[in-house]
């Protein structure tokens, strides 16, 4: 800690000293102790917000992944098209559906039953009597004429409150005004029975025949040669998982085209983002690896936190895509038994048996991959237990594998570890035209992954989607290693520095409670002396006065 000098001047000179940047002098050097904390608590932030900016980049990346893993994501969705809109209309395809060319020959339309009273003159007119509707084979509702619904528009509403499956309403032109009908069912199970017994009390008790205007009639159609019915116009599941509208008739038994494909141009879209994402996340990290523009360190640099990142991703984005995995096992020391043999493509089968030395899952591993016969063996544990996963070294369909398990955990009750083939035939990012830079960077060749969508769409969503895939290991490795769980790299990185933080703050904040006392007094205490100094000349002034008048000397003559 520096000193502070201080300076009065001419004791004499009855001026003094100025106390207001003395104090503030002692108190500046006073707080010099806390530089060292101030600095650490800047650097911290610093690094706070590199943090902060990391978190988001693996949280666009962790988006772009949700969308390729969700099974009601991109690669669940479809596209279609009809060859005659006018005929008819794709509504929406479910994730359920297959992409494949349907044809359909619309015969006839469904149609909704419905019919009229005969009209009377005023719509005014007084009615009576009663009205019995029956929808389809249901049963015969009655609706009698009482004085709160005697006229058409009373009987209408009448109908519409009994709830007995028809809408009413009260139509006006030229010829008068008559009740309408219509079915709430379209198609043959609609059809209207009515009997009338109503009649105009004002028009000579005049009898309101029923007449039928449409018979409810269902719509017969084709698909892909086999005649199929519908009774609304709105057609679902007819093709599996597709909904489409019936607009009209084919015509002279035309056909009509319906494709359904994948949602390539989505897929496409949804992993050019996920390596957009993933390419400014890496970015990120690597400039941390250097100096700023004006030559001082960036807040992460030489970080153990840098490295863990960089280590976690190079190892998600080398992950092999298993072609399948064996049942989890609760604990790793579980004693097995049994054999597995295993045939890459078409060659041929090998029997792997253990024994006493290699009795567990790991050792299990380890003798798979020692035989060396065209697998990779690994362990994968999560929530649910320890797998085995097996990755063949050939690519494609020549490298399939064939798995017949024959082993049992025999501490769980010789419980069978049956296995579970994936869906996927693609082993890496490289098959699907990602390839990785030299900087950790990733390339996407759109060519080559529109061309795999075309050829192997359901090996595309395997490789994201099937357990233990690399879209679900990716996935849970970002989840880890973001902010966003608790146990993540860089959430364990912002507590340590939270905590840090929060120290240095009790610790200038007990400083600067000390100093703030140190002010006061030293502010009353120097304003003490500052009026002593003040108030010298004119206390000597008096002691020469008493010596003159005791010695009749004036001291101060001449």
């Known amino acids: 800690m520096g000193t502070v000098g201080l300076s009065f001047g001419s004791p004499m000179s009855g001026t003094g000293f100025d106390v207001s940047s003395t104090v503030a002098s002692i108190v500046s050097n006073l707080q010099s102790v806390e530089t060292p904390w101030k600095n650490q608590l800047t650097s911290l932030q610093s690094q706070d917000a590199v943090l902060s900016n990391l978190g988001s980049l693996f949280s666009n990346l962790s988006k772009d992944l949700n969308q390729l893993t969700d099974f009601q994501g991109v690669l669940a969705q479809k596209t279609g098209s009809s060859s005659d809109t006018n005929v008819l209309e794709l509504t929406s395809a479910t994730p359920t559906a297959v992409a494949g060319t349907h044809t359909v020959v619309v015969n006839n339309l469904a149609q909704t039953s419905s019919g009229y009273l005969a009209p009377v003159t005023n719509s005014s007119d007084v009615l009576s009597g009663s009205i019995s509707i029956q929808v389809g084979s249901g049963t015969a509702q009655t609706v009698t004429i009482g004085s709160s619904n005697d006229t058409l528009s009373g009987l209408a509403a009448a109908i519409n409150a009994a709830n007995v499956g028809v809408s009413a309403s009260v139509l006006t032109d030229s010829s008068g005004s008559r009740l309408s009908l219509v079915s709430g069912t379209s198609g043959k199970g609609g059809n209207l029975t009515v009997t009338s017994s109503i009649t105009d009390t004002s028009n000579s008790n005049a009898s309101l025949s029923y007449t039928s205007a449409v018979t409810g009639t269902d719509a017969s159609l084709t698909v892909d040669g086999v005649s199929l019915t519908s009774a609304s116009n709105t057609v679902t599941n007819l093709i599996p998982g597709v909904t489409f509208q019936l607009l009209a008739p084919s015509g002279s038994g035309s056909q009509v085209q319906v494709v359904i494909g994948n949602y390539n141009t989505g897929v496409e879209s949804a992993i050019n983002s996920m390596v957009t994402d993933y390419n400014s996340l890496i970015s990120a990290i690597n400039a941390q ?49 049994g054999s597995i043999s295993i045939q890459v493509g078409s060659g041929t089968a090998q029997t792997i048996t253990l024994n006493s030395t290699d009795n567990t899952m790991s050792g299990l591993a380890s003798a798979i991959n020692t035989a060396n016969i065209g697998v990779t063996a690994n362990l994968v544990t999560d929530s649910t237990g320890t797998r085995l996963t097996l990755v063949s070294n050939t690519a494609g369909s020549g490298g399939a594998l064939t798995v017949t398990s024959a082993l049992t955990d025999v501490t769980q009750s010789n419980a069978p570890l049956n296995y579970n083939a994936n869906s ?106 500052n009026e002593i100094l003040q108030a010298l000349p004119s206390q000597l002034n008096s002691v020469n006065e008493i010596y003159s008048a005791m010695t009749g000397y004036n001291s101060n003559k001449g």
Do not use: C, H
């Not at 769980?485 to 703050?505: D, F, R, Y």
């Open 424 to 529: 996927s035939d693609i082993s890496s990012l490289t098959s699907l035209g990602i390839s990785v830079n030299n900087d950790g960077s990733l390339t996407l060749d759109t060519t080559a992954l529109d061309s795999l969508l075309n050829s192997d769409f359901s090996g595309v969503a395997g490789f994201f989607q099937d357990a233990n895939s690399w879209g679900m290991t990716f996935s849970n490795m970002l989840t880890n290693a973001g902010a966003s769980s608790s146990t993540g790299v860089l959430k364990l990185a912002e507590n340590a520095n939270a905590s840090v933080e929060s120290n240095l703050n009790a610790d200038i904040s007990r400083e600067e409670s000390l100093i703030s006392v140190q002010q006061k007094l030293l502010t009353t205490e120097l304003n003490s002396a």
């Open 289 to 337: 690896e250097g100096n700023d523009s004006s030559g001082n360190a960036e807040p992460l640099f030489g970080s153990p936190t840098l490295s863990l990142l960089q280590q976690q991703l190079l190892g998600g984005l080398n992950t092999q895509n298993p072609n399948g995995y064996l049942n989890a096992v609760t604990n790793t020391s579980d004693a097995l038994s």
